[in-house]
């Protein structure tokens, strides 16, 4: 299965110089969060498959407005083809705003997933908008990793975390795939095709 990720940036590539066939092979469209609600619901317009998505800390504006075509996984187990989808979006509180959220926070929302996840028997895909603490986030306060995502990937080795937030171009040091155990961990910025 062909998996196109987005995130952060409305890519050019796609939205400026959009062709149709820029979308063939694609099997699903997985959006981490930071995107304009026009770009999600423009590319749902073209295509065939689902477009999952969680929410960025920029996204507040969601509340009003949300990607049409398109269908939100926060705090839910999407099932696609066999494949077991979790989303939590948002990122560490660093201000004021909707999609913001304290280590505390975002544990108490992992933990209302453990339920779902049993009922479902595991998950294959996290995805979040902000990175797992450690694994991929940044040394300043607003692109800290969540401890609670490093427990879902200890606890339920999904085969793929799938994540925002942390641009490529912050820094050299940044990789758009890592390995964590048997999860292997990939930053979505602006666009990335992947094999599962």
């Not at 066939?21 to 969060?33: A, P």
């Not at 269908?71 to 696609?80: F, S, T």
Request: hydrophobic share 35%; aromatic share 14%.
């Amino acid at each position: 299965m062909k998996i196109l990720v987005l995130a952060d940036v409305e890519s050019k590539y796609l939205w400026d110089y959009f062709e149709k066939e820029k979308l063939e092979g694609i099997d699903l469209i997985l959006s981490c969060g930071d995107l304009k609600a026009d770009y999600l619901s423009f590319l749902a317009s073209f295509s065939k498959v689902p477009i999952l998505y969680v929410r960025g800390n920029h996204d507040d504006g969601y509340a009003d407005k949300e990607p049409e075509g398109c269908i939100c996984i926060e705090d839910k187990i999407y099932v696609y083809n066999g494949i077991r989808i979790m989303g939590l979006g948002g990122s560490i509180r660093y201000k004021k705003g909707i999609n913001q959220y304290t280590q505390n926070q975002m544990k108490k929302r992992a933990a209302m997933m453990w339920p779902k996840i049993k009922v479902k028997k595991g998950i294959d895909i996290l995805l979040t908008h902000s990175p797992a603490a450690g694994l991929g986030d940044g040394e300043d306060n607003p692109h800290k990793g969540f401890e609670a995502f490093v427990d879902i990937l200890d606890k339920y080795s999904p085969k793929y975390f799938i994540h925002g937030h942390v641009h490529l171009n912050y820094s050299r040091e940044f990789q758009r795939e890592e390995q964590y155990n048997n999860t292997t961990i990939i930053n979505g910025y602006d666009r990335y095709i992947f094999e599962y």
